[in-house]
C-alpha cells in the first residue's frame, strides 16, 4: 500500500484544502506562493490578519453551536 493510501482521513483532508487553496491562489494571483516575491508580501501582518478572521469565523461557529445546543 502507498503511503498516501495509509494517510488518516483527517490528514487527507487537510491535503486536500491544501491542494485547493494552492489552486485558487495561482489562479487568483497568477503564481504560486514559493514564487511570490518576499519583497511584495508582508508575510507576519499578512499571517496576523489570517489569524484575526480564524478567530472572528471560530467565534461564529461556536454561536451558532450554542443555538443550536440550548434549548428554547
Do not use: C, F
Request: no cysteine.
Amino acid at each position: 500500500m502507498s503511503e498516501t493510501q495509509n494517510r488518516p482521513e483527517v490528514t487527507k483532508r487537510i491535503i486536500e484544502l491544501l491542494d485547493k487553496q494552492n489552486a485558487k491562489g495561482k489562479a487568483k494571483y497568477g503564481s504560486t506562493i514559493d514564487q511570490a516575491s518576499d519583497q511584495h508580501y508582508d508575510w507576519k501582518l499578512m499571517a496576523m490578519e489570517e489569524m484575526v478572521d480564524l478567530i472572528q469565523y471560530q467565534q461564529k461557529e461556536i454561536m451558532r453551536l450554542e443555538r443550536l445546543l440550548t434549548p428554547r
